[in-house]
């Protein structure tokens, strides 16, 4: 299913009611197209289903999905808070009118600097590992901490975005966990959270049930030995969303139904009290916002294989080349066109495996023809590159028949920017 604000109009496809060939014309192709509708949509949609069943509810939107600063002042504009995963991602929080209080970061791996920039930030901090926190009390004694914790259960769409389980490099494990609350509670600490996050791109309850069990034991034996008492319960992201057409989307309503009947019942049953539910969603708010718009230059019959050659390779969108996903294509200034012939759409990079769609079923396309790639929100922008000398693309907001460059294109001296002659070259 096409999300509500992408509409055909007479075979021409019409973003948050704007025509997608006057935004090619205009920005030129890559060109990324992000609806400001469907973000609050999506947003709201996870906020009043969590609420229906829970009072205390806080949406952590994950900002490495996608860090457009109109993305995060949209998010600002909506009551979200957010998950950074590193100083860059607190920057640009900050940048985007965040209040610290609103950040929490949980990066893996970091340095010493980073940490302190992010104390002296004042974001919220999430340890990954117990090196992390005698580093972050060595700087200073925060109010609060929260623990990520690896509930052994991990679940996601490809093996790299699974991110809990016994081989996971994330995360702190259960029997870590008490010596790392007690040696926070020691050294001054106030206010406690716990955190887990399993993996990405899950279509069901289930993984999250089973990780969410365990978190809320394990805060439960914290809480017994030591009298913590649990500010917020974070259980991740990964909430996933059809990339195919007909593949069914997550029941949000029954989704939340479940999640929350078993967070309040572990939270009673292990004597919780009332804490914050967290969530913290990134590809579930913004991956169907926003739709990538790439021009044909090139039509290919070999005898074997029919390419479709288009301006946006893998350091545009990085996805089906890293992870193998699937992105629906469709035609955007001929969407009435039947699928006729069945063809690969590649990039302009010089690798084999720079295709955006393989053996895909399109209608007949010509050179000029602009092609819309869905679901191009989350992961998209945020893991583009300049491989090849390219020059990353433009985003442009939409919303309601209005639009607004939101990220120039990068030009030719982006490519110089930052590198220097060598002084004996020059
Ligand atoms: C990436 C990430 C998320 C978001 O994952 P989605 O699959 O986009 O919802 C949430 N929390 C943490 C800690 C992450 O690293």
Redesign the pocket.
Known sequence: MLPTTIENRNGIMFIDGVSSLDLAKRFDTPLYVVSEKRIRQNYRNVFSNLKQNYQKIRINY?A??NTNISVLKILESEGANL?V?SPGEAFLALKSGFSPERIIF?GTNARDDELKYLIESKVLINADSLSMLERILKIKTPDTISFRINPMIGAGHHEHCI?AGKDSKFGIWEDDALAAYKRALDAGVKKFGIHM?IG??IMNAQPFLLALEKLLEIAGKIRKTLGIKFDFIDI????GVPYRLGEKEIDLAEFSNLILGAFNKGVKDNDLGEPFFCV?????IICDSCVLLTAVNTVKENPNKKFIGVDAGFNVLVRPAMYGSYHHVLVANRMNAPEEQECDVAGPLCESGDLLAKNRKLPKIQEGDVLAVLNAG?YGFSMSSNYNSRQRPAEVLVNEGKCAIVRERETMDNLLLHQKTARWLK
């Open positions: 994950s490495k999905a998950d995963v949980t991110t996050h990405s791109g991740g992201g990964g909430i913290e969603p990134g590809r579930y989350a």
